[in-house]
T-cell receptor, first 117, second 108 residues
């Protein structure tokens, strides 16, 4: 298996532009997580899906952020409009289970580094 | 007071040394993850623990639920173990609380 695949690996955009980050989880995994990592705040969980359904989006910073999982093999995280403070590395992870406490190992993608100018 | 405290924040050791990284927390948890983040940024989940001890190769993780403490040990450390190690608390089914990480550097 190729592991969790994220794209793009790097994106540089201007303030106000729409940003879409993509994630393909490991085949067969039914839980998918979006995380953000910054120097100031470390790693933060943004949203978590189970069986394509958003279970907990309390970590999503504000309405400019949205995430979808139209099917078991694809998820997007969208920021519209983007702001400089959104600059971070965004990680996607997948696992097999029904909740973060019940999952086995988490498998992380390599991250998407976003820079908003 | 932070819900989770990792120590030390930075650790430099020589190749071959036995390494211990600690994670203390003040809240009830259902489980705990140890993550490893490589210098290139990639993140690997090392262990998920809810009790006792787990071992994988040179890595050992322990947790004491009563004392609210977990440790990650590395035996016969190697420069390739240089990374940031992050303790992640799992509260209930879903809430995650991240430690600030321990930056480990193993010199040859």
């Amino acid at each position: 298996d190729a592991g969790v695949i994220q794209s793009p690996r790097h994106e540089v955009t201007e303030m106000g532009q729409e940003v879409t980050l993509r994630c393909k989880p490991i085949s067969g995994h039914n839980s998918l997580f979006w995380y953000r990592q910054t120097m100031m705040r470390g790693l933060e969980l943004l949203i978590y899906f189970n069986n394509n359904v958003p279970i907990d989006d309390s970590g999503m910073p504000e309405d400019r952020f949205s995430a979808k999982m139209p099917n078991a093999s694809f998820s997007t995280l969208k920021i519209q409009p983007s702001e400089p403070r959104d600059s971070a590395v965004y990680f996607c992870a997948s696992s097999l289970g029904s909740g973060t406490a019940n999952t086995g190992e988490l498998f992380f993608g390599e991250g998407s580094r976003l820079t908003v100018l | 007071k932070n819900e989770v405290e990792q120590s030390p924040q930075n650790l430099t050791a020589q190749e071959g040394e036995f390494i211990t990284i600690n994670c203390s927390y003040s809240v009830g948890i259902s489980a705990l993850h140890w993550l490893q983040q490589h210098p290139g940024g990639g993140i690997v989940s090392l262990f998920m623990l809810s009790s006792g001890k787990k071992k994988h190769g040179r890595l050992i993780a322990t947790i004491n639920i009563q004392e609210k403490h977990s440790s990650l040990h590395i035996t016969a450390s190697h420069p390739r173990d240089s990374a940031v190690y992050i303790c992640v608390l799992i509260q209930g089914a879903q809430k995650l609380v991240f430690g600030q990480g321990t930056r480990l550097t193993i010199n040859p």
